[in-house]
């Protein structure tokens, strides 16, 4: 048994708790960037429980409101000019995994002036100013997790930054996602979900990621159930917002793997919300293990068998794209070309598992 073990985000969950907490954002900066999309965080309340937070505490703050869906480096990059212009000392993201994800990358630019959308891949360990994260969706983990996920439009893919910048801290209150419609919600519990699985069939999985996942399964038991029958009730929302975090503590240590890896192309080219586009792929990559005992774990969590769980993905997930073969074999040939994501396979694939499992996956 030997592990490193490392999650340094401080996590408040609760109802209320950036109120009854406010004293946090004093303890970090003076001055804030706000990062948010377009309306949602003004609709749910969170931006305005900040907003008070912040002039309760006589913290100055500027808003920057325009990170859209599967966030590129040129928004990120004209959010980091705002906060330069701003002497900015601190951001805070608020929302689903684009924002937050957005909020770490400008604080990585702002801290490194000399960093430019085009450069930033080339560059080495960078430090960040502080980010905290409010999440309004359950969600990507992203307020728990080192990575920010973003869109390269010269690379026409999304790849992570390839910085760490875990934010400092995490406030996670589930009546933000009271009124997160049915769809999204699905679409934001199956990307927690897989983070559960790829974190735990993993090849950097260990004993203290193994805990996460695991108890993240058992609450994956009672969600699914509701998400099913659609009873979106504030016990329900409390306990995929809990799984979606400890699924993001779980990839933390572990990272992801085949089906974050290969469902990129199916975001970038074929427009597939991020969840979905793991999704449509997680039961062929089940199916593709040679070796079943940690699912048959993973399973008996669950409560369920495959054909079970194919069944309820099969209910929830519903995706309809046109795609050829020509297009699969240029994505499975992509993918296999970057080492990153098949290392934390545990067992070994070629190009040709790759392009089975986008067939069966899509070609059905
Ligand atoms: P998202 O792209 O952040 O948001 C999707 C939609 O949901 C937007 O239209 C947003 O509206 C809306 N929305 C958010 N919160 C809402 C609420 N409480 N009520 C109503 N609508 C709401 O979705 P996401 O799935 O959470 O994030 C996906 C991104 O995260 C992808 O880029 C993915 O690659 C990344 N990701 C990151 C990690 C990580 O570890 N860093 C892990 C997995 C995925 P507005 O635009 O108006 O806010
Ligand atoms: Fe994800």
């Given at each position: 048994?030997?592990?490193?073990?490392?999650?340094?985000?401080?996590?408040?969950?609760g109802?209320?708790?950036?109120?009854?907490?406010?004293?946090?954002?004093s303890?970090?900066?003076?001055?804030?960037?706000?990062v948010?999309?377009?309306?949602?965080?003004?609709?749910n309340?969170?931006?305005?429980d900040?907003v008070k937070?912040?002039?309760?505490?006589r913290?100055?703050?500027i808003?920057?409101?325009?990170v859209?869906?599967?966030?590129?480096?040129?928004?990120i990059e004209?959010?980091?000019?705002i906060?330069k212009?701003?002497?900015?000392?601190?951001v805070?993201?608020i929302?689903?995994g684009?924002?937050?994800?957005?909020?770490?990358?400008?604080?990585?630019?702002?801290?490194?002036p000399?960093?430019?959308?085009?450069?930033?891949?080339?560059q080495?360990?960078?430090k960040?100013?502080?980010?905290?994260a409010?999440?309004?969706?359950?969600g990507?983990?992203?307020?728990?997790?080192?990575?920010?996920i973003?869109?390269?439009?010269?690379e026409?893919?999304?790849?992570?930054?390839?910085?760490?910048?875990?934010p400092?801290?995490?406030?996670?209150?589930?009546?933000?996602?009271?009124?997160l419609p049915y769809?999204?919600?699905?679409?934001?519990a199956?990307d927690?979900?897989t983070h559960?699985?790829?974190?735990?069939?993993?090849?950097?999985?260990?004993?203290?990621?193994?805990?996460?996942?695991e108890?993240?399964f058992?609450?994956?038991?009672?969600?699914?159930?509701?998400?099913?029958n659609?009873?979106?009730?504030?016990?329900?929302?409390?306990?995929?917002?809990?799984?979606?975090?400890?699924?993001?503590?779980q990839?933390?240590?572990t990272?992801?793997?085949?089906p974050?890896?290969?469902?990129?192309?199916?975001?970038?080219?074929?427009?597939?919300p991020?969840?979905?586009?793991?999704?449509?792929?997680?039961?062929?990559y089940l199916?593709?293990?040679?070796?079943?005992?940690k699912?048959n774990r993973?399973?008996?969590l669950?409560?369920?068998?495959?054909e079970?769980?194919?069944?309820?993905?099969?209910?929830l997930?519903?995706v309809?794209?046109?795609?050829?073969?020509?297009?699969?074999?240029n994505?499975?040939?992509?993918?296999?070309s970057?080492?990153?994501k098949?290392?934390?396979?545990?067992?070994?694939?070629?190009?040709?598992?790759?392009?089975?499992?986008?067939?069966k996956?899509?070609?059905?």
């Open positions: 048994m030997e592990f490193i073990y490392s999650m340094p985000t401080k996590v408040y969950f109802k209320d708790v950036i109120l009854k907490n406010k004293e946090v954002f303890s970090i900066g003076r001055k804030a960037l706000i948010t999309g377009r309306n949602s965080a003004k609709r309340g969170s931006y305005n900040v937070a912040l002039s309760d505490s913290i100055d703050y808003l920057f409101d325009e859209e869906e599967n966030p590129s480096l040129e928004t004209k959010g980091s000019i906060g212009d701003n002497n900015v000392d601190f805070i993201g929302g689903g684009s924002p937050m994800d957005a909020s770490k990358a400008i604080a990585v630019f702002i801290k490194n000399e960093v430019k959308k085009d450069n930033i891949f080339s080495k360990q960078l960040s100013i502080p980010v905290i409010i999440a309004t969706t359950s990507t983990g992203s307020e728990v997790t080192q990575y920010s973003v869109t390269s439009n010269k026409k893919t999304k790849k992570n930054l390839g910085q760490s910048v875990f400092v801290a995490a406030f996670l209150d589930s009546k933000y996602t009271f009124d769809e999204i919600t699905v679409n934001t199956i927690a979900f559960l699985v790829e974190g735990y069939l993993n090849t950097n999985s260990n004993y203290m990621s193994e805990i996460y996942g108890k993240g058992e609450l994956f038991k009672y969600c699914f159930k509701k998400l099913i659609k009873e979106l009730d504030s016990n329900f929302r409390n306990k995929v917002m809990l799984a979606s975090t400890l699924a993001g503590i990839i933390a240590q990272g992801t793997s085949l974050h890896g290969m469902g990129y192309p199916l975001t970038y080219f074929k427009g597939l991020h969840g979905l586009a793991n999704g449509v792929l997680t039961i062929e199916k593709s293990f040679k070796d079943k005992s699912i993973m399973l008996n669950l409560g369920m068998n495959l079970e769980l194919e069944d309820i993905f099969n209910k997930i519903n309809n794209i046109e795609i050829t073969e020509e297009e699969i074999i994505y499975s040939k992509s993918f296999v970057n080492k990153s098949l290392k934390n396979h545990t067992e070994k694939v070629e190009l040709e598992d790759i392009i089975q499992i986008y067939k996956s899509l070609l059905k």
